[in-house]
């Protein structure tokens, strides 16, 4: 599902960092840079859900903080890479498990009409 995405859906402007005491240029082209390499290692089955997750969880975490301004830029990319091979491992697709329990509450539901 990545493959209806693009990169470009959630690159930032200048505009859109909001207030970074003249450093908005800087900060915007930090999250694009971060983005640009985190996205190639989206698994290409991601839900587009989970991407957009991620890449809002991304922002998230270094929106309004100094570390956007202060640490290099190699440090962030790989602060991001690592953050969202772990994201994406925890709230990636459901397991096998899951579908069966999703399947067992099916036939719960189904049980329960019948009566």
């Given at each position: 599902?990545?493959?209806?995405?693009?990169?470009?859906?959630?690159?930032?402007?200048?505009?859109?960092?909001?207030?970074?005491?003249?450093?908005?240029?800087?900060?915007?082209?930090?999250?694009?840079?971060?983005?640009?390499?985190?996205?190639?290692?989206?698994?290409?089955?991601?839900?587009?859900?989970?991407?957009?997750?991620l890449m809002r969880d991304i922002w998230d975490q270094l929106r309004g903080s100094e570390v956007m301004i202060e640490a290099d830029?190699?440090?962030?990319?790989?602060?991001?890479?690592?953050?969202?091979?772990?994201?994406?491992?925890?709230?990636?697709?459901?397991?096998?498990?899951?579908?069966?329990?999703?399947?067992?509450?099916?036939?719960?539901?189904?049980?329960?009409?019948?009566?």
């Amino acid at each position: 599902m990545k493959d209806w995405l693009s990169v470009q859906d959630y690159l930032f402007d200048v505009r859109d960092v909001g207030d970074w005491e003249g450093e908005e240029e800087l900060v915007a082209d930090r999250i694009n840079t971060i983005y640009h390499a985190v996205w190639p290692t989206v698994p290409e089955d991601a839900s587009v859900a989970l991407i957009d997750r991620l890449m809002r969880d991304i922002w998230d975490q270094l929106r309004g903080s100094e570390v956007m301004i202060e640490a290099d830029e190699d440090e962030l990319v790989d602060w991001a890479l690592a953050h969202s091979r772990q994201f994406i491992e925890q709230q990636g697709a459901p397991s096998d498990e899951d579908d069966e329990d999703a399947d067992d509450d099916a036939e719960d539901v189904i049980d329960e009409e019948e009566y």
